[in-house]
């Protein structure tokens, strides 16, 4: 009953650094998506994806990639980190659209430095 | 203009107060829409539902949505110290099959204070 799982909880990166922010989802939802939340301005779409093997950009893709091999995984890979891709991270699954049904992890604090 | 206007708070009530968060919205396509409740610290969770216009009610949470006026609302009754969160409405809908996309607003800090 785990639902949406993000790893790593807590990151610190230095500028021009890269990694990869984790997410699995085990309950086969094929909608999965990326979030990021500042403070004081509600959650902005990165990328999501329909289903394995198909992804596409959201609001506010540049910096970012994804992929999405298999239903349950959904990394999201940060090349040569900014001091603006500081803040916190959301990954959600859902199973209908419509918006009904999303589920949230509970989200990676990155700080770039 | 923005997509979704929220109004950022914060807001602060007594225990017991009757608790009115709002949003409008421009794009007229939307027909769901969500509140969620983020606690700090944690995601956000859905909290009510509401496809089109209507009101919708579970318990001390009424939701109403007037599509004729671009404009959402959640109600909290009887308000509880439990209910301090951050509160995000969130809607979707539209053509091209993008309606499992949420557009969220920025969210409105509540605090009940005891």
């Known amino acids: 009953n785990a639902g949406v799982t993000q790893t790593p909880k807590f990151r610190i990166l230095k500028i021009g650094q890269s990694m990869t922010l984790q997410c699995t989802q085990d309950?086969?939802?094929?909608?999965m998506y990326w979030y990021r939340q500042d403070p004081g301005m509600g959650l902005k779409l990165i990328y999501y994806?329909?289903?394995?093997?198909?992804?596409d950009k959201g609001e506010v893709p540049n910096g970012y990639n994804v992929s999405r091999s298999t239903t349950e995984d959904f990394p999201l890979r940060l090349e040569l980190a900014a001091p603006s891709q500081t803040s916190v991270y959301f990954c959600?699954?859902?199973?209908?659209?419509?918006?009904?049904?999303?589920?949230f992890g509970s989200g990676t604090r990155l700080t770039v430095v | 203009q923005k997509e979704v206007e929220q109004d950022p708070g914060p807001l602060s009530v007594p225990e017991g107060a009757i608790v009115s968060l709002n949003c409008t919205y421009s794009n007229s396509a939307f027909q769901y829409f969500m509140w969620y409740r983020q606690y700090s610290r944690k995601g956000p969770e859905l909290l009510m539902y509401?496809?089109?216009?209507g009101n919708k009610e579970d318990g001390r949470f009424t939701a109403q949505v007037d599509k004729s006026s671009k404009y959402i609302s959640l109600f909290i009754r009887d308000s509880q110290p439990s209910d301090s969160a951050t509160y995000l409405c969130?809607?979707?809908?539209?053509?091209?099959?993008?309606?499992?996309?949420?557009?969220f607003g920025k969210g409105t800090l509540l605090t009940v204070n005891p």
């Open positions: 994806s329909v289903g394995a093997g198909i992804t």
């Open positions: 509401t496809y089109s216009s």
């Open positions: 959600a699954s859902s199973y209908s659209t419509g918006g009904y049904g999303y589920t």
């Open positions: 309950m086969n939802h094929n909608y």
């Open positions: 969130a809607m979707s809908g539209g053509s091209g099959g993008s309606n499992y996309k949420l557009t």
